[in-house]
């Protein structure tokens, strides 16, 4: 994760994702919502009661998962689709989200965000 942007005037805020060991980098278009989610989660910024990222977080290891990362999958005509990876009775299962949702929960959970080479190919500038 690179930087957030997040605009009082624009319905959509941006998300910018670069690779660790590499210069490409993209932006995903997220709402207002998911992006102060994160950007309050990347700041250390406690809230005084659970939010929607950390219900997701908080019931998974209550149901015995362990949050193991997040992956963005898939760029589809413009749109990205992710996957929420969690280790359950030994097995990796995998839950479809919205990459922003995903994102959040990977802050939250401080967990790796991975991306599919398909989409850093189709998406990345240098």
Known sequence: LRRIIISDIHEHQLVELREL????R?????GYFEATSIDRRVRKQKSERPL???LVV???????????DIVITDLREGIYFARIRVMLDGEIREIDCRPSDAIAV???????????DEVLDEAASE
Do not use: K, N
């Open 21 to 24: 060991e590499g210069t490409r």
């Open 26 to 30: 993209f932006t995903i278009v997220i």
């Open 52 to 54: 929607t990222h950390d």
């Open 58 to 68: 908080g019931a998974i290891e209550e149901l015995g998962g362990q949050l193991r």
């Open 106 to 116: 990977a802050v939250t959970a401080d967990v790796p965000i991975y991306v599919s």
